[in-house]
T-cell receptor, first 116, second 110 residues
């Protein structure tokens, strides 16, 4: 079984709808992340969480919210979806690691979201 | 300077060729450096960490140059299966998470 899972894998929705993307992990990591990826723009960080009580905005948090329901679960919500939120969304986890505490990140398989 | 910059490519090389990618970064205090590989429409996966002294894993060699603030990835004896996008990853500024470059696309041609 995959260590980091995302649901749904694909979603088509309409402008103005509320959407929730879910992420679960079995790696036991405290740190979790949400990214979006657009062609030519690379991976951009939306939100990240050090633990259940510690959530931080990333580079592009406007229009998004998150919830860390447990160490293993981190969900991303689009309160009112708009077409320019059409993208590939990845969840990732990491543990403390490396020389500075930022260790390898493990990614989920991604959610392809289309907002019409 | 942007936090992490890479040549987007594409690099089109024949099988068996040696190819090198460079990546420049702005955070002079960074202690964490990685190369990730991403296949089309798939999640990024760690290829290798980059250590100060340089490191090698089979056909792949990573180097770090702190003075010039760049890291490099060398792939020897390229295989068709090496075709992918290679992402340079560096610790963010001000104790923020890892920053991913936009990636360099490699196509190995038979």
């Amino acid at each position: 079984d995959a260590d980091v899972t995302q649901t749904p894998r694909n979603r088509i929705t309409k402008t103005g709808k509320r959407i929730m993307l879910e992420c679960s992990q079995t790696k036991g990591h405290d740190r979790m992340y949400w990214y979006r990826q657009d062609p030519g723009l690379g991976l951009r960080l939306i939100y990240y969480s050090f633990d259940v009580k510690d959530i931080n905005k990333g580079e592009i948090s406007d229009g998004y919210s998150v919830s860390r329901q447990a160490q293993a679960k981190f969900s991303l919500s689009l309160e009112s979806a708009i077409p320019n939120q059409t993208a590939l969304y990845f969840c990732a986890t990491s543990d403390l690691g490396g020389a500075s505490g930022w260790g390898e990140q493990f990614f989920g398989p991604g959610t392809r979201l289309t907002v019409l | 300077r942007k936090e992490v910059e890479q040549d987007p490519g594409p690099f089109n090389v024949p099988e068996g060729a040696t190819v090198a990618f460079n990546c420049t970064y702005s955070n002079s205090a960074s202690q964490s450096f990685f190369w990730y590989r991403q296949d089309c429409r798939k999640e990024p996966k760690l290829l290798m960490s980059v250590y100060s002294s340089g490191n090698e894993d089979g056909r792949f060699t990573a180097q770090l140059n702190r003075a010039s603030q760049y890291i490099s990835l060398l792939i020897r004896d390229s295989k068709l299966s090496d075709s992918a996008t290679y992402l340079c990853v560096v610790e963010g500024e001000g104790n923020t998470p890892l920053v991913f470059g936009k990636g360099t696309r490699l196509s190995v041609i038979a």
